[in-house]
């Protein structure tokens, strides 16, 4: 499945996250002295700008990591889309991060203690053979690291994931407060002719229909006749009624099973991986299912918007 690539720069709020990160990850260093930093702190003259430098290098690699992220992999943050995106984002953000700080951390540990002469032995043992026993230890630890920034970063996604949710659909709701007015086009018919695979037909006013559901081989229309709720049932398949109301743009398509008048629609509930539809005058809740989406949103907005 291919998302959409709005990458432009690196949102605030993303890079607040990652100051929060690199400023935590200095005051873990400092006050817990993990990973035999207490050693390192007793036995240097100034320990503390070590970790200062390398607070600001966990900056720099959490956004080149990002740009990877979202330049490479095309996946950058947006919390309006699904799990599985979001999962696949953190993955491909935090792997290369947790690769390159081990590479990082063990050769700025060969240099503080042996110089520049020294930058291979991260992959070497005293004897000169290859080993990756160093790299594996340093590993070790970015992944402890990494598991903190692991589980915030899921919380927090799932937070904005949600607020986002509850803020668009607040939107949808909003736009659909206030009545449409439709904006019959004088260019169509007033009244259509729907007709079945038999011999039954039904006349209305599109305007009138609340929505039209496909049973089986069937097409159940529900739609207002005067002051009452009416249903009419006809052999035929959903897609020969969407051609014939396809002028009515007010007529939309939100799911396999359903035509829908947004003229009608009094409430949206749901989320991105699909909608519910609360209908005026009828107990009936319809799906907007998630390939629709998108297009259902962008329509009830430009709904509004130009007042159709």
Not at 8 to 28: A, H
Not at 175 to 185: G, N, S, V
Request: proline residues 4%; glycine residues 4%; neutral net charge.
């Amino acid at each position: 499945m291919t998302y959409p690539c709005t990458m432009k720069r690196i949102p605030r709020v993303v890079l607040t996250d990652y100051i929060c990160y690199s400023v935590g990850f200095f005051l873990f260093i400092v006050l817990l002295e993990p990973f035999g930093t207490r050693d390192f702190i007793k036995t240097n003259v100034n320990p503390y700008s070590c970790y200062v430098i390398a607070a600001i290098c966990f900056f720099l690699i959490l956004l080149f990591c990002e740009l990877i992220t979202s330049v490479l992999c095309r996946l950058p943050a947006d919390y309006s889309q699904p799990k599985e995106y979001q999962v696949k984002r953190l993955l491909c953000f935090v792997i290369p991060c947790m690769l390159i700080y081990t590479v990082y951390d063990g050769e700025s540990f060969v240099i503080r203690h042996w110089g520049w002469d020294h930058l291979d032995w991260l992959w070497r043992d005293q004897d000169g053979s290859v080993t990756f026993k160093r790299f594996f230890h340093d590993l070790k630890e970015a992944v402890s690291v990494g598991a903190f920034i692991i589980a915030y970063q899921i919380f927090v996604t799932h937070n904005r994931m949600q607020r986002y949710q509850i803020e668009e659909l607040q939107s949808l709701n909003n736009k659909l407060e206030a009545e449409f007015q439709t904006m019959q086009d004088t260019t169509l018919p007033v009244k259509v002719q729907l007709h079945g695979q038999s011999q039954e037909t039904i006349i209305l006013n599109p305007s009138d229909i609340l929505y039209i559901e496909s049973v089986a081989n069937y097409v159940n229309i529900v739609y207002f006749s005067g002051q009452d709720l009416s249903q009419k049932r006809l052999r035929c398949p959903l897609h020969d009624i969407e051609e014939t109301l396809s002028p009515y743009s007010f007529i939309f398509h939100i799911h396999r099973a359903f035509l829908v008048n947004l003229n009608f629609i009094t409430q949206v509930s749901g989320n991105a991986a699909g909608y519910k539809l609360q209908i005026f005058g009828s107990d009936k809740v319809l799906p907007v299912s998630k390939a629709n989406v998108p297009a259902f949103r962008e329509k009830v907005l430009a709904k509004k918007e130009t007042g159709e």
